[in-house]
């Protein structure tokens, strides 16, 4: 039995095509893994804080040097990291917002990529500690950025993948879905299209 954990980071509640593909995945997944587990975390409807300076000095302090209020400070970061360690398959929802990924996903990752306990630094450089897991990432853009010359403004899937790789996980599959403000006709074969990639992801 396998563990996922999605991870949805649109603003919006309705009308949101990546979080619309997640739950596609996610039907298809539990009917082909029916003891399979699914854990959702949704950042618009639970926001991470941003980074604090109590929070980035509780990080580098270590275990047996920190206080009660350092520890606390990292209560969820260490909950995300556990929900990370946990979990045999990762799903990552997001759309674009201004060619990057959402504050939400990005705080998120900060708490998430963390010296210690998901990453650690060697002779040889950083080490990711999460190996062995599978990633997938589905992307909504409005336009299209995924070819020359407006692919170079998409930081969004090159992002995620580097950040996920630092921790670990080499495995990704990046699932596109651009041109969702394009008329009715190309928003369905590019959702068609992502929906062929992620059937080939169960």
């Not at 039995?1 to 990546?18: E, P």
């Not at 854990?39 to 300076?53: I, K, R």
Request: with cysteine.
């Amino acid at each position: 039995m396998a563990t996922v954990l999605r991870i949805d980071s649109s603003a919006l509640s309705n009308g949101s095509h990546s979080k619309a593909l997640a739950d596609f995945f996610q039907t298809q997944w539990l009917e082909k893994h029916p003891t399979d587990t699914f854990q959702t975390l949704d950042l618009s409807q639970t926001p991470p804080p941003h980074l604090s300076e109590a929070t980035i000095g509780a990080m580098f302090t270590p275990a047996e040097k920190r206080s009660d209020e350092q520890t606390q400070q990292l209560a969820l970061s260490t909950d995300y990291i556990e929900q990370l360690k946990n979990a045999d398959v990762i799903l990552i929802s997001t759309p674009m917002y201004n060619f990057g990924i959402p504050s939400t996903l990005k705080a998120y990752l900060d708490h998430s990529l963390r010296v210690g306990e998901t990453f650690v630094y060697t002779d040889k450089g950083p080490k990711g500690l999460l190996e062995g897991k599978k990633a997938i990432v589905v992307a909504a853009s409005g336009g299209d950025y995924t070819e020359a010359p407006l692919d170079a403004m998409n930081f969004v899937t090159p992002y995620l993948k580097t950040a996920l790789g630092f921790i670990g996980i080499k495995d990704v599959t990046l699932v596109e879905a651009p041109g969702m403000a394009g008329d009715e006709a190309s928003i369905k074969s590019s959702i068609d299209k992502a929906k062929q990639v992620l059937g080939d992801c169960i």
